[in-house]
């Protein structure tokens, strides 16, 4: 367990205040679930409801003694969207993508962050975006489904609320908001480090790419790649619930980002 504390707690963007990243993602552990009655959104008595997304949007973490499981649908936003950019993109492609697919409203360079990823020496190029208007559960993932089928995007996942994350005293400042997601990658904790047989079996089966040990020797990191059977927190949910593991469980990671009007 310490040993994903640390990592969780080494992901850093270049733009973005340390301090409050740092606590977001630590705290992603302890937060309770909730009821879906109280929709989540950034406006007030939005009407969209994400009430059908409930039973497929949660990840397992491990505690002291137990896996336990939080429930994320009712801290889901219906209005942004993380978008993940190929490496190989620059700033200029990315902002032109973006703004020119219709759903989203206008952005700038200044909106591209980078996450470093511990163990693997890379940082990810990514963007918060918010939607011209809020949608569905449903619709969401179905943008990221186009978005995901385009070569400038290597993931695209939905976005939770991050105050929900941190101490109620701890709350981001005037103008910004605290939002939370997942990466394309996740951790799984095998049961006998000497034997990964299984590990390599369902890597394989569901496309996803082991990328090394993260300093435990039972605990590795994957990553999601194009043909892979789901994103992070649906294969980190799949890694635990197939019996075979310790746990899986999703990178998670939060931001104070801007409020765009």
């Known amino acids: 367990m310490n040993v994903i504390m640390k990592t969780l707690s080494v992901l850093q963007g270049a733009k973005q205040r340390s301090a409050a990243v740092m606590l977001c993602m630590m705290s992603m552990l302890i937060f309770m679930p909730v009821g879906c009655e109280n929709k989540s959104s950034f406006n007030d008595g939005d009407e969209?409801?994400?009430?059908?997304?409930?039973?497929?949007?949660?990840?397992?973490?491990?505690?002291?003694n137990e896996t336990l499981k939080f429930i994320l649908g009712d801290l889901l936003l219906n209005e942004r969207l993380l978008i993940g950019f190929d490496e190989?993109?620059?700033?200029?492609?990315i902002v032109n993508y973006v703004n020119?697919?219709?759903?989203?409203?206008?952005?700038?360079?200044?909106?591209?962050?980078?996450?470093?990823?511990?163990?693997?020496?890379?940082?990810?190029?990514?963007m918060f975006v918010v939607l011209k208007e809020p949608t569905s559960c449903t619709s969401l993932k179905e943008i990221i489904q186009t978005l995901e089928k385009t070569p400038i995007v290597s993931y695209a996942n939905l976005v939770f609320k991050g105050e929900k994350f941190t101490d109620k005293q701890d709350v981001a400042s005037d103008g910004y908001?605290?939002?939370?997601?997942?990466?394309?990658?996740?951790?799984?904790?095998?049961?006998?480090?000497?034997?990964?047989?299984?590990?390599?079996?369902?890597?394989?089966?569901?496309?996803?790419?082991?990328?090394?040990?993260?300093?435990?020797?039972?605990?590795?990191?994957?990553?999601?790649?194009?043909?892979?059977?789901?994103?992070?927190?649906q294969m980190g949910n799949y890694f635990h619930e197939i019996g075979k593991f310790i746990t899986g469980m999703p990178q998670g990671f939060c931001r104070d980002i801007k409020i765009i009007q």
Do not use: H
């Open 177 to 233: 908001v605290r939002v939370g997601s997942f990466t394309s990658r996740f951790y799984v904790k095998v049961k006998d480090a000497n034997d990964l047989s299984d590990l390599y079996a369902l890597a394989q089966e569901t496309n996803t790419n082991i990328l090394g040990n993260v300093g435990d020797p039972q605990w590795y990191m994957l990553k999601i790649e194009e043909k892979s059977k789901g994103n992070a927190m």
């Open 100 to 126: 020119q697919t219709g759903f989203f409203k206008t952005v700038n360079e200044g909106d591209i962050d980078y996450l470093t990823i511990p163990y693997i020496g890379i940082d990810d190029c990514i």
């Open 48 to 64: 969209v409801n994400n009430c059908e997304c409930m039973d497929e949007l949660f990840y397992y973490e491990i505690g002291d």
């Open 88 to 93: 190989k993109a620059n700033d200029a492609e």
